[in-house]
Each structure stands twice: as structure tokens, then as C-alpha cells.
Nanobody, 121 residues
């Protein structure tokens, strides 16, 4: 069984910062990619940022220059540093990971439980 447990959401004023974390646990062999998605009310879930285990990153245009994704491979943890948050960034943020478990051949996608980010004055 693999679990992704995210944390770090909360309420912040416009222009503020938050740091999200998400740790994967279980019988993990390798995690080629980890990332963060978000879903605002009435909108589709969208990719915010992704990172490979070689630290290759990609970002949604709307967050470039404000958000930074990073990971600690030894801890199977991905982070999202969010700076200059704006009301349009408010959403439930979900971590995502493609994981190959020990003893298995397949790579499977896993999701965290979601953490709420509210941006309001």
C-alpha cells in the first residue's frame, strides 16, 4: 500500500507565502515523477508544477516565477513553495506521484488527500 500525505495549506493574505509538503510512504521502489495539481470550485483540476527524480521541473504559466517545486528523494517528499499568492491561487492542492512499488512491474499514479489554500484579505 502506498500513501501520499500532504500538508501545509491554510489561509494567507494576498502577497503572502505558503509551503506545501507531501510525503510518499509504503514499499516504494522508485518515484519517477511527483507534482502538484489544484482544483478551484467549479473548475477542472490543473497541473501546477511537476518534478522528476532528476530534478527536471515544469510549471503552469500562471505560477512561473512565484512557485517553486522541489523534492527530497531520500524522504520521498515533494514540496511546493508558493510566494506572492493571489486570490486566483485559492484551491484545493493535491500532490501526485507516479510510483513503482517494490516487486511490481507497473508504474501507478497516486494522489494525496488534498490540502486547502485560501487567499483572502
Amino acid at each position: 500500500q502506498v500513501q501520499l500525505v500532504g500538508s501545509g495549506g491554510g489561509l494567507v493574505q494576498p502577497g503572502g507565502s505558503l509551503r506545501l509538503s507531501c510525503a510518499a510512504s509504503g514499499s516504494i521502489f522508485v518515484i519517477p515523477t511527483m507534482g502538484w495539481y489544484r482544483q478551484a470550485p467549479g473548475k477542472q483540476r490543473e497541473l501546477v508544477a511537476g518534478i522528476t527524480n532528476a530534478d527536471v521541473t515544469n510549471y503552469a504559466d500562471s505560477v512561473k516565477g512565484r512557485f517553486t517545486i522541489s523534492r527530497d528523494n531520500a524522504k520521498n517528499t515533494v514540496y511546493l513553495q508558493m510566494n506572492d499568492l493571489q486570490p486566483e491561487d485559492a484551491a484545493v492542492y493535491y500532490c501526485n506521484a507516479v510510483i513503482k512499488r517494490v516487486g511490481e512491474l507497473r508504474y501507478l499514479e497516486h494522489w494525496g488527500q488534498g490540502t486547502l489554500v485560501t487567499v483572502s484579505s
